[in-house]
């Protein structure tokens, strides 16, 4: 089965730009997360989508990021106005449903470069 | 809440010896544990992971884990490293029947011949 597929691979902008990312999960799945990793550090959860319903956005930075899972398959992760210390990795990954035994299956992720 | 502790960012071992990543974890409800693998520039590929069957898991690459409730930890060993070994790895935790995996800060595998 193919895998869950993201784009850009790379992406460097200048501080207070915009930037937006983009998530294909595996089809069939209805869970998809959006996990930022800086380096040296673990993933860490930003949003989870239930179909196109937020579950869980808590570590969301909501005054500069934002979200959206349309039709409940696609979704675009964007940063507006960009900082310094969103350089990271922005994974995406997707499960078949929450709550259940199954590991997440990742994309390769986007690495962001804030200048 | 749940959390998960990895003792020690970098791991160094000798080609053919054993691999042992340390993994303590905390949850308020029994958990499901999970080990990754990251090599670099890539995403998180599924190791292994325990979800209250055998508290022996063995996963892919032969590796394999070890849930000890009473120690509440998930340790990842391999009996012998390859040079292939050599990537971050990160436990992670997530409460049975809940939703968030909450990751550790990984530890990096160095295979030295």
């Known amino acids: 089965e193919a895998g869950v597929a993201q784009s850009p691979r790379y992406k460097i902008i200048e501080k207070r730009q915009s930037v937006a990312f983009w998530c294909n999960p595996i089809?069939?799945?209805?869970?998809l997360y959006w996990y930022q990793q800086i380096l040296g550090q673990g993933p860490k959860l930003l949003i989870q989508?239930?179909?196109?319903?937020?579950?869980?956005d808590s570590q969301l930075p909501k005054d500069r990021f934002s979200a959206e899972r349309l039709k409940g398959v696609d979704s675009t992760l964007k940063i507006q106005p960009a900082k310094l210390e969103d350089s990271a990795v922005y994974l995406c990954?997707?499960?078949?449903?929450?709550?259940?035994?199954?590991?997440?299956?990742f994309g390769s992720g986007t690495r962001l470069t804030v200048v | 809440a749940q959390s998960v502790t990895q003792l020690g960012s970098h791991v160094s071992v000798s080609e053919g010896a054993l691999v042992l990543l340390r993994c303590n974890y905390s949850?308020?409800?029994?958990?499901?544990l999970f080990w990754y693998v990251q090599y670099p520039n890539q995403g998180l590929q599924l190791l292994l992971k325990?979800?209250?069957?055998?508290?022996l898991v063995k996963g892919i690459n032969g590796f394999e884990a070890e849930f000890k409730k009473s120690e509440t930890s998930f340790h990842l060993t391999k009996p012998s490293a390859h040079m292939s070994d050599a990537a971050e790895y990160f436990c992670?935790?997530?409460?049975?029947?809940?939703?968030?995996?909450?990751f550790g800060t990984g530890t990096q595998l160095k295979v030295e011949l």
């Open positions: 949850s308020s409800v029994p958990p499901y």
């Open positions: 990954a997707s499960s078949p449903a929450p709550g259940l035994d199954y590991g997440y299956t």
């Open positions: 325990y979800t209250s069957a055998a508290t």
């Open positions: 989508f239930q179909n196109n319903g937020v579950v869980d």
């Open positions: 089809s069939g799945h209805a869970t």
């Open positions: 992670a935790v997530k409460p049975g029947g809940g939703n968030k995996l909450t």
